[in-house]
């Protein structure tokens, strides 16, 4: 797999794919959702960036937004999903399912769920198609993926050795406690390091699938298999 880094490492696409890699790596959590309903981390806060940005792009700049067929049958998907999900709230509504009370038909936690469903699905699954259409740019996510993964796996590996011999460890999240001497890296709780594994995995086989010159190596895949039983 041949990468040419050709754009400024300050460009939009570059700062979309940063947030995408950091938002499933929780030690970044700067505030739980216990104090706005929502994880507050570093990638939401350069997601704001990038809709910003895109934003003045569009509506200032007046940049022409097109919509691909690919785009349309994700959507026409989504949107059979969400109807259906919302159809079960009304109902949930009207057999009081949320309580008998006015103030409780609705609870504005349920609304915001949908929102942020809408907003996941336009965010991580539409802007990549926009941001990563050319076959550079989607080289380009595979390499960073794979080079965050082993990143990923030498600072959980150098964590459990930290922890054995009673030196400071990486801790849950920026200023939160330590896990102890289960795998999980930079993904927070080892539950999650495990979905983070799971998921890098399974991304480097598929882009083996769309790219036959990606190396999949042993020792990674070993590797992989080892962090995941330590997470148990």
């Known amino acids: ?20 890699i950091l938002e499933p790596l929780l030690f970044f959590v700067l505030a739980d959702r216990n104090t706005f309903g929502f ?18 792009k569009f509506l200032i700049f007046r940049s022409q937004i097109v919509v691909s067929n690919q785009v349309l049958k994700l ?22 399912i949320y309580g008998k009370s006015p ?16 907003y996941y699905f336009v965010y991580f699954s539409i802007l990549p198609m ?6 550079a740019s989607r080289l380009k996510v595979m390499w960073v993926i794979k080079s965050t993964f082993i990143i990923f796996l030498f600072l959980g590996f150098l964590d459990l050795f930290l922890f054995r011999f009673g030196l400071p460890s990486i801790p849950r999240h920026i200023g939160d ?8 890296s930079i993904a927070g709780e080892p539950r999650d390091a495990a979905i983070f594994l799971i998921f890098c995995l399974s991304s480097m086989y598929l882009f083996k699938i769309y790219d036959a ?20």
């Open 213 to 232: 010159s990606f190396k999949i190596s042993n020792t990674l895949v070993l590797s992989s298999i080892t962090a995941l039983i330590l997470t148990v």
């Open 177 to 184: 406690v330590e896990v102890g001497f289960r795998f999980h």
């Open 75 to 96: 959507a026409s998907g989504y949107i059979l999903y969400t109807s259906y999900m919302i159809g079960l709230t009304v109902i949930g509504v009207f057999t009081a």
């Open 39 to 56: 994880n507050i981390n570093i990638s939401r806060i350069l997601q704001v960036v990038v809709i910003i940005s895109l934003a003045i």
């Open 103 to 118: 103030y409780n038909l609705l609870p504005p936690r349920v609304i915001v769920e949908v929102i942020i469903s809408i």
């Open 130 to 135: 926009y941001f990563f259409r050319s076959h």
């Open 1 to 20: 797999m041949k990468y040419h880094r050709q754009k400024s490492i300050f460009s939009l696409e570059n700062l979309f794919l940063t947030t995408l």
